[in-house]
């Protein structure tokens, strides 16, 4: 399971969360931050990735388009990065359904 992190998260959720989360990435290890929301969905879909984000472009696109890729939704104000972290593994299982159902495209998570 690999998710992107969206440039609006931290960029070292993903090292944080490698144990949970191999091989995931944020939009800055992939050279796309400050791209246009159309290149990360882009990305994410050729590469197997579900995008995490607090984005609600990136809700309104995959209402749109659907899947690939997947969103993970964080519907929350702001919060430093331990909460996110615990928020994140706390509906690991989720997200992991998420990937694993087929025809599922988002996970809102609320705080």
Known sequence: MKLLFDENL????????????PESMHVRDCGLKGFPDEDVWEYARSNGFTIVSKDSDFYQRSLLYGHPPKLVWLRIGNCNR????????????????????????????LS
């Open 10 to 21: 931290s960029p070292k959720l993903p090292h944080i969360l490698s144990v949970d989360f």
């Open 82 to 109: 331990d909460i996110l972290v615990a928020l994140i593994t706390k509906y690991k299982e989720q997200i992991y359904l998420l990937d694993s159902n087929p025809s599922e495209s988002i996970l809102v998570i």
